[in-house]
T-cell receptor
Framework: GAGVSQSPRYKVTKRGQDVALRCDPI?????LYWYRQALGQGPEFLTY????????KSGLPNDRFSAERPEGSISTLTIQRTEQRDSAMYRC?????????????FGQGTRLTVV | EDQVTQSPEALRLQEGESSSLNCSYT??????LFWYRQDPGKGPEFLFT???AGEEKEKERLKATLTKKESFLHITAPKPEDSATYLC?????????????FGQGTRLTINP
């Protein structure tokens, strides 16, 4: 597709349930990032991949959060046993590093609400 | 630890009233400094990348500049459609540090 696509756009889940958020990056982009953004704040880094390799997961809050990108394209962010504090906008971005331009392009995000 | 601080948090201007937004940063070796625009309910939209002190980039009414400690986003004769939150982010040069570290943003409102 032309841009970064995230699904679902909105997700309401009950506390304790698992959720999976999907990101389809710009075609050909090597790097894929996950961020979390609270209202009125800048995006906060969670994890990123180059191809299928998870290069940095230092921003994942705890072991309930995990991410994968098995074929180096689509990625899934999974939150197990969701808690109310997990409610936020989750954003995915992709980029093509290594050249002169390293900017990341963001998707529309998934608004997660845990009730 | 890499850090970005933006000021002011919010800025309200009249149409045509020029001003500047500030982004102060600390990073162990800067690979790039990025400016994004974010409209309500949307994802951040890329504006500029600056790589070295002294560099400047322009796009319509916006000009971004960079020193060793801060970046400015100058807005000349703004229009109401320039109203948005402007985000600054840094990327470190060190190996394995590809992530972007964002500031909290400046919410800009241009009144007609």
């Amino acid at each position: 597709g032309a841009g970064v696509s995230q699904s679902p756009r909105y997700k309401v889940t009950k506390r304790g349930q698992d959720v999976a958020l999907r990101c389809d990056p710009i075609s050909g982009h090597v790097s894929l990032y996950w961020y979390r953004q609270a209202l009125g704040q800048g995006p906060e880094f969670l994890t990123y991949f180059n191809y299928e390799a998870q290069q940095d997961k230092s921003g994942l809050p705890n072991d309930r959060f995990s991410a994968e990108r098995p074929e180096g394209s689509i990625s899934t962010l999974t939150i197990q046993r969701t808690e109310q504090r997990d409610s936020a906008m989750y954003r995915c971005a992709s980029s093509s590093p290594g050249g002169a331009n390293t900017e990341a392009f963001f998707g529309q995000g998934t608004r997660l609400t845990v009730v | 630890e890499d850090q970005v601080t933006q000021s002011p948090e919010a800025l309200r201007l009249q149409e045509g009233e020029s001003s500047s937004l500030n982004c102060s940063y600390t990073v162990s070796g800067l690979r790039g400094l990025f400016w994004y625009r974010q409209d309500p309910g949307k994802g951040p939209e890329f504006l500029f990348t600056l790589y070295s002190a002294g560099e400047e980039k322009e796009k319509e009414r916006l000009k971004a500049t960079l020193t060793k400690k801060e970046s400015f986003l100058h807005i000349t004769a703004p229009k109401p459609e320039d109203s948005a939150t402007y985000l600054c982010a840094v990327q470190a040069r060190r190996s394995g540090a590809q992530k972007l570290v964002f500031g909290q943003g400046t919410r800009l409102t241009i009144n007609p």
